[in-house]
């Protein structure tokens, strides 16, 4: 049996008027509904399809047109779904732990740049600068540093946003899944044995999926992000399946 869609209405909020003039106003035209529809293909209302309205919808924990009142990694509100010119976009609306969009392409993570792999949110460094020299100073103690190469680093982020374990290296690139990568988390749910690549430059992080469709996600920064059919949107634990009536 198909699952039933639900239409993402936005209702505005004004004050009621009653009379005469009241009854002169025409009734206003009822929402028009696009052809974009939103599913959740994992997390907690896995299941749950919404037809987007013609102007699109605002999603959150509180605020918009889409709820997620359980889950308390979605910001009161989180992101802006909107449609202009036949194309639906998708922004972060501040929201704290940020809105993921699966990569077509490889993209360059800034430093400070994270993405999504797994149930595993990780963060580019960038270049590690090289300590100043002076040899009439003394300096920490530490692990040797490679003869060449630059050093850059990655780190996990966990739940509150705290760094956790990180990667220091002087190699060009990392490959990271379930096994046999550079960085390996095994029996990890969602992963590729091999899952993605980053490989590190002056112009930052280049990030690649190899996923074969399980997907890497690139959180987006404060610009407005187009998105086609099959595209899926992370938002806190929910993720949303672009489709296409």
């Known amino acids: 049996m198909p699952q039933a869609v639900t239409p993402a209405v936005q209702v505005s909020t004004g004050t009621l008027e009653a009379g005469p003039a009241a009854a002169r106003r025409p009734a206003p035209a009822a929402p028009v509904a696009s052809r974009f529809i939103l599913g959740v293909v994992s997390g907690p209302a896995r299941g749950q399809r919404f037809r987007l309205m013609a102007n699109g919808c605002s999603v959150g924990r509180s605020r918009g047109a889409i709820l997620f009142p359980e889950d308390v990694h979605v910001s009161a509100l989180h992101a802006a779904f909107r449609i ?23 993209e360059v993570l800034p430093p ?35 003869p060449q190469g630059n050093l850059w680093a990655l780190e996990e982020v966990l739940v509150g946003g ?23 988390f095994p029996g990890e749910p969602g992963l590729a044995p091999r899952h993605c690549e980053l490989t590190a430059s002056a112009r930052g ?21 187009v998105l086609q059919a099959g595209d899926r949107v992370r938002i806190g634990e929910q993720v949303l399946a672009v489709e296409v009536a």
């Open 162 to 184: 705290r760094p956790g374990r990180a990667v220091v290296t002087a190699q060009p690139l990392l490959t990271l899944g379930l096994a046999g990568c550079d960085v390996n």
């Open 205 to 225: 992080g280049l990030l690649r999926d190899l996923s074969g469709g399980l997907g890497t996600f690139l959180r987006l920064g404060t610009q407005e992000r």
């Open 112 to 146: 400070g740049g994270s993405f999504a792999i797994g149930q595993r949110l990780l963060r580019y460094q960038g270049l590690i600068p090289p300590p100043p020299k002076d040899a009439t100073r003394a300096r920490p103690y530490g692990v040797p540093l490679p």
């Open 84 to 106: 202009k010119e036949g194309q639906l976009t998708v922004k972060d609306e501040s929201s704290l732990s940020g809105v993921f969009v699966t990569l077509h392409a490889p």
